[in-house]
């Protein structure tokens, strides 16, 4: 029995379709939606972080729990909100687990946890988790919660804790932040891009490193599970020549965008759009630029895909999903 916090998430839609692929018994815990889930055989129980009753309800007789609910922001959220979920959640979780006799716990952490180091270090597994209230709320509350899984790990729990990068590929369906990006660059509505980028990895490659992770790390391991860093205006290059649609030829400097942030979040909003450039994501984008999954690569066989097979996949799946303005050109799709 394996249980799946924040199923019907992104990395949720894809870990229980490849956790059912290999015949194992998957119960997929759903706070409210459950449109990536449907058509799956598998177990779909109500459940909520928030409540450690329904946790336990949920976590009787499993003996792998994967810890992937949280609340994801790129805005100034509310402490109390993101500390409900991502922290008192996950310890939650880990109190449930400790009751219910789960025999490994596989926590989805984030590279947001942890601190920049000098420019010519790459951040890694030994990187110290953020505590200064000059980073993101956001990232101080998953921080907070990979504080209490090793609370749990001295209480006896047998956990695992992965940190992917920024995740994208398919089975999108809300979309995530950057899938609403990536949709809007595809359809030609977004107007400008900003300097800056993120290291990109495939939901797919985080999905299989989460599972070796659960068959073979040992307790108390961490993993960085990074991809490539690539630009936004290389994302957006790459993205015009599998659409065919001309990418956006202005690209502000981030001090420019900075100021102009809360201008343009108070639009998007007004539009009734999900704002996309944040102080918060702006933040993001100059930061974490060197990445290493090295300890990954030597003790889990992790070895991330190609960023443009990653991007043509994403980009055929939503084009399934009846997501683009146009269809994609067979041969703008072919791999180098």
């Known amino acids: 029995m394996i249980v799946v916090t924040g199923a019907a998430g992104h990395a949720g839609a894809n870990l229980v379709r490849a956790l ?19 058509g799956l055989d598998i177990e779909v129980v109500p459940g909520d972080i928030c409540d450690l009753e329904s946790l336990l309800k949920a976590f009787e007789d499993a003996e792998v729990v994967y810890h992937l609910a949280a609340r994801i922001s790129i805005s100034k959220d509310s402490w109390s909100r993101l500390e409900a979920v991502n922290v008192i959640g996950t310890r939650n ?30 951040v890694d597994e030994s990187s110290p988790l953020v505590e200064s209230r000059h980073y993101p709320l956001y990232d101080l509350s998953k921080a907070a919660a990979e504080r209490e899984v ?3 790990i001295e209480r006896g729990l047998d956990a695992v804790i992965i940190s992917p990068t920024a995740i994208i590929g398919p089975h999108d369906y809300k979309p995530s932040h950057f899938g609403e990006a990536l949709l809007r660059l595809a359809n030609g509505r977004l107007p400008a891009l900003v300097s800056g980028g993120f ?57 420019l965008a900075q100021i102009g942030a809360p201008f343009i979040t108070a639009f998007d909003r007004l539009a009734r759009r999900r704002p996309l450039y944040t102080s918060v994501s702006l933040q ?51 791999r180098l």
Do not use: N
């Not at 599972?211 to 040992?218: G, H, K, N, S, V």
């Open 284 to 334: 993001a984008l100059r930061g974490h630029r060197h990445i290493s999954h090295k300890k990954a690569t030597r003790e889990l066989d992790y070895h991330p895909r190609p960023f443009r097979e990653t991007l043509i996949d994403t980009l055929k799946w939503f084009e399934a999903a009846g997501k683009l303005s146009r269809p994609l050109k067979p041969e703008k799709t072919e």
């Open 199 to 255: 290291d990109w990895v495939d939901v797919r490659d985080v999905v299989q490193g989460a599972m070796c992770a659960e068959e073979i790390a040992p307790t108390g391991a961490k993993y960085i599970l990074s991809g490539h860093w690539l630009s936004l205006r290389e994302v957006a290059k790459m993205a015009e020549l599998i659409t065919g649609v001309k990418a956006p030829g202005s690209i502000y400097p981030m001090w």
């Open 93 to 122: 979780v880990v109190e449930a687990c400790l009751r219910c006799g789960v025999r490994r716990l596989v926590h989805f952490s984030s590279i947001h946890t942890m601190t920049d180091a000098a420019a010519d270090i790459p």
């Open 20 to 38: 059912a692929g290999k015949g194992r018994f998957v119960r997929a815990l759903v706070h409210l939606d459950r449109q990536a889930l449907e």
């Open 150 to 152: 090793r609370r749990g």
